[in-house]
């Protein structure tokens, strides 16, 4: 089986080859800490989380790399209105951002530099970038020349044409042209600054990704990632200026990109109204079920939000945890080995809706081994499922504290109990559980449809 992914350089997939099989590198821009992370955001970190743990199950050692830019115009804006201070502001929102991630099951980078311990190496990449021709320092500003890259404009295939006719990027007099962007900008009055050959000052955006990844993954390395807006100007800018400083003719061989998260279809904006940070969300989903709803998308297309997925995606863990709970009652799981179709569909792409099927696969089997009293068939049919789900690291629950920690999900888990009892003709049983749900307030109404409940 090939590891084959969608290289937005490419515009195509291909097959995954490392520059070294004993050692992939991953590099995923990571947020800018002045807020609470919001959906979109745990978006983008999900998908290269999954990846990561492919890349981990497939190859000995994987360096992933995601980062924290803790020097940015937004941060200072924050603090000044705020009145607390830029270290308090970038200490606070990191450490909601760890338990963020953390409670939505995501894996801790095994590398998490921060923007403002590399001020060094930004500096001295700057200083090569004038050296080599490349760069150019106005009115204490630094600014990359965009005309003397000639390929510049490869990631985002935009021409130097088309650049200078749509720049947006800010038109200002110390500027030789409309396209060339900033790589060090001078302090202002009581702003942040650090000692440079250009005087006191702080690194633009684009140089502390180009500066961080040199340190700890190299000139070149496999993997860069990031959500889709990052493709212009963030990720195409961060292209020149390694490969201009390295002389290299890529900074990453594959450049993956997240599709965006829509709210009814629309961008999310706080002015919109229709904005969620991860936190409001966790406060009332499991960060399992979110991510799991996250996820039940392919990561390139676009993913509309909304609660009724994060419901869907409960109770489809409601599902599955019932599957191992019952196994498990009837004795220890036998190990299994993760399906091949499960593997295979996230091989092709990381293509998550096709596993969540096979997980699927694994709930029919199961059910089906059950009702012909075949038990190692069901047994096997519940560890396949468990291995598979683990992989991307969810069912790591003890399905009773899931189940339990649900009232729903343990009334509904009670009533397929108790129509399986019955279906087995068990009739003692099945009144025992509805006696049991009655004692507990809850009230049972068969129909043609099956079984409602109500609390009484
Ligand atoms: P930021 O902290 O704004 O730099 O964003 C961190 C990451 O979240 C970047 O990779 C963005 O591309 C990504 N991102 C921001 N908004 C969304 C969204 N609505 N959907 C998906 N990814 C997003
Ligand atoms: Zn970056």
């Not at 890529?250 to 279809?265: E, K, P």
Request: aromatic content about 8%; some cysteine.
């Amino acid at each position: 089986m090939t590891l084959s992914l969608y290289n937005t350089l490419l515009r195509t997939k291909e097959a995954f080859a490392p520059i070294d099989p004993g050692h992939v590198k991953l590099y995923v821009c990571g947020p800018t800490v002045y807020d609470y992370a919001h959906i979109g955001n745990a978006r983008t970190f999900s998908a290269f989380d999954l990846l990561a743990r492919l890349l981990k199950h497939l190859y000995p050692k994987v360096t992933y790399a995601r980062n924290i830019t803790d020097v940015d115009d937004k941060i200072i804006e924050r603090s000044n209105l705020s009145g607390e201070p830029i270290d308090s502001v970038t200490a606070r929102t990191t450490a909601q951002f760890h338990a963020d991630m953390d409670d939505l099951g995501l894996l801790r980078p095994d590398i998490e530099p921060r923007a403002t311990r590399h001020i060094g190496d930004m500096v001295a990449m700057i200083e090569t970038l004038i050296e080599k021709g490349f760069a150019y320092a106005a009115e204490g500003h630094v600014l990359f020349n965009v005309p003397a890259m000639s390929d510049y404009g490869q990631l985002s295939r935009r021409s130097q044409d088309e650049l200078i006719a749509g720049a947006r990027v800010e038109v200002a007099p110390y500027k030789k042209s409309p396209a060339d962007f900033v790589l060090w900008k001078p302090a202002k009055e009581g702003e942040p600054g650090w000692p440079s050959p250009w005087g006191s000052g702080r690194p633009g955006w684009h140089i502390e990704c180009s500066a961080m990844t040199a340190a700890h993954l190299g000139e070149v390395f496999d993997i860069h990632g990031g959500g889709l807006d990052l493709i212009f100007p963030h990720h195409e800018n961060e292209i020149a200026q390694s490969r201009c400083a390295h002389g290299t003719q890529v900074m990453a061989n594959v450049w993956m990109h997240s599709g965006f998260l829509t709210i009814a279809g629309d961008k999310m904006s706080k002015s919109l109204g229709n904005f969620y940070t991860v936190r409001e969300l966790l406060d009332e989903y499991p960060g399992e079920a979110l991510r799991l709803a996250i996820l039940s998308a392919h990561y390139r297309q676009p993913l509309d939000f909304s609660k009724d997925k994060v419901e869907q995606a409960r109770a489809a863990l409601d599902k599955w945890y019932g599957v191992l709970d019952k196994a498990k009652e009837a004795g220890d799981l036998p190990t299994a080995e993760v399906p091949a179709e499960f593997l295979a569909a996230l091989m092709d792409d990381l293509n998550t809706p096709k596993a969540i099927s096979v997980l699927y696969e694994q709930v029919n089997a199961y059910y089906g081994a059950d009702i012909k009293g075949d038990k190692a068939g069901a047994a096997d049919a519940a560890a396949r499922l468990k291995a598979a789900a683990n992989l991307l690291g969810f069912l790591t629950q003890e399905p009773k504290v899931w189940l339990q920690g649900d009232p729903d999900a343990a009334i509904e888990q009670a009533i397929a109990d108790r129509l399986a009892a019955r279906k087995a003709k068990n009739f003692a049983e099945a009144d025992r559980i509805r006696n049991d749900l009655a004692a507990q307030g809850v009230i049972l109404e068969d129909g043609p449809k099956g079984t409602t409940w109500k609390r009484g």
